[in-house]
Nanobody, 123 residues
Framework: QVQPVESGGGSVQAGGSLRLSCTAS????????MSWLRQAPGKEREGVAS???????NFTDSVKGRFTISQDNDKRTLYLQMNSLAPEDSAMYYC?????????????????WGQGTQVTVSS
């Protein structure tokens, strides 16, 4: 299994935008899914968004309407477009591959994660 590799993090002022990218090949089976998760200091890792092979997506409530998750047609690159960023979005963001599981928050039970990319939003 190929470990995902994230890129695109950085520092931005509140209200700004960032696009995260993740390269991860080999997760194209019908039950596969890809997710973005984040973890802020002192907090548990939380799911941000998931995308499924059929193109369906799920988002955690705090990012709905601001973040978009997408994949290239060959499903080798995953993106997270983040708009209207707020300081509370500051965290280490992880890309992860998983399998569809309706009992998880975003429907994707992840089993392999990247090393993460830092996003810092200043007020």
């Amino acid at each position: 299994q190929v470990q995902p590799v994230e890129s695109g993090g950085g520092s931005v002022q509140a209200g700004g935008s960032l696009r995260l990218s993740c390269t991860a090949s080999g997760y194209t089976e019908r039950n596969h899914c890809m997710s973005w998760l984040r973890q802020a200091p002192g907090k548990e890792r939380e799911g941000v968004a998931s995308i499924f092979v059929n193109g369906n997506t799920n988002f955690t409530d705090s990012v709905k309407g601001r973040f978009t998750i997408s994949q290239d047609n060959d499903k080798r690159t995953l993106y997270l477009q983040m708009n209207s960023l707020a300081p509370e979005d500051s965290a280490m963001y992880y890309c992860a591959a998983g399998v569809r599981n309706p009992f998880t928050t975003l429907g994707c039970l992840t089993f392999i994660w990247g090393q993460g990319t830092q996003v810092t939003v200043s007020s």
